[in-house]
């Protein structure tokens, strides 16, 4: 049966939208953190800095070196910080 909810399979969410449903920047910015995050938490902050640059270039969004740093610190001590609170 169909899913009813809207929300769509996890498959579906992570294939890039088409020219039919344009995001603002705001959500692209949104989408490729949340996207990054899901896959590279925990993982090297270089790597996790250097895909969140791809990731907005692909997508036509600048970001400097500087925030693209400050984002991946806070993807990589995620897995951590979540420890740290269930404690």
Aim: proline share 3%; charged share 25%; aromatic share 2%.
């Amino acid at each position: 049966m169909p899913e009813s909810s809207g929300a769509g399979t996890a498959a579906q969410r992570d294939q890039p939208l088409t020219e039919d449903h344009q995001m603002t920047e705001a959500q692209k910015v949104a989408d490729i953190i949340a996207r990054t995050s899901t896959e590279f938490s925990g993982r090297a902050e270089a790597m996790i800095s250097a895909t969140l640059i791809a990731r907005f270039a692909e997508s036509g969004l600048d970001i400097s070196s500087v925030e693209a740093a400050r984002v991946a610190h806070d993807i990589a001590l995620a897995p951590k910080l979540r420890d740290t609170l269930d404690d």
